[in-house]
């Protein structure tokens, strides 16, 4: 997704800013419930309300640098140290950004990895 954004001509700097998945995590599962999450996270950054994360030496910090997955359902990169929700499909473990993509996913696994196999791009892109 990052490259994209590059391609089109996004300022790097700008890219430092984004995370996904966006709002805060309250286990939300419908779009409503998503949606509550979003606002609550807008709601957090308009009133400057603290979202530091605590620091520590950046030998650890550069140990901890992401690693992104790209969720089949929805095309969202899922950092891998930090997924919402992950399963096991045969051999591979497979990341998802909500519990929405993982119930998507779940019941119809085949459709989604013959699509990222061929290189086809997600349901959301």
């Given at each position: 997704m990052s490259n994209y954004?590059?391609?089109a001509g996004v300022d790097p700097a700008s890219l430092d800013r984004l995370h996904t998945p966006a709002g805060i995590d309250i286990n939300a599962k419908k779009p409503d419930e998503v949606a509550v999450s979003i606002m609550a996270e807008?709601?957090?950054?308009?009133?400057?309300?603290?979202?530091?994360?605590?620091?520590?030496?950046?030998?650890?910090?550069e140990e901890e640098a992401p690693s992104y997955y790209i969720n089949p359902v929805c095309g969202v990169p899922v950092d891998m140290k930090h997924p919402k929700h992950v399963m096991q499909y045969g051999k591979e473990t497979v990341y998802f950004c909500?519990?929405?993509?993982?119930?998507k996913f779940e019941?119809?696994?085949?459709?989604?990895?013959?699509?990222r196999e061929a290189?086809?791009?997600p349901e959301g892109m």
């Open positions: 954004l590059l391609d807008i709601i957090r950054v308009k009133n400057n309300l603290d979202l530091s994360i605590p620091t520590e030496s950046s030998s650890v910090l909500c519990d929405g993509c993982k119930i019941k119809d696994p085949d459709k989604y990895m013959k699509a290189g086809l791009p």
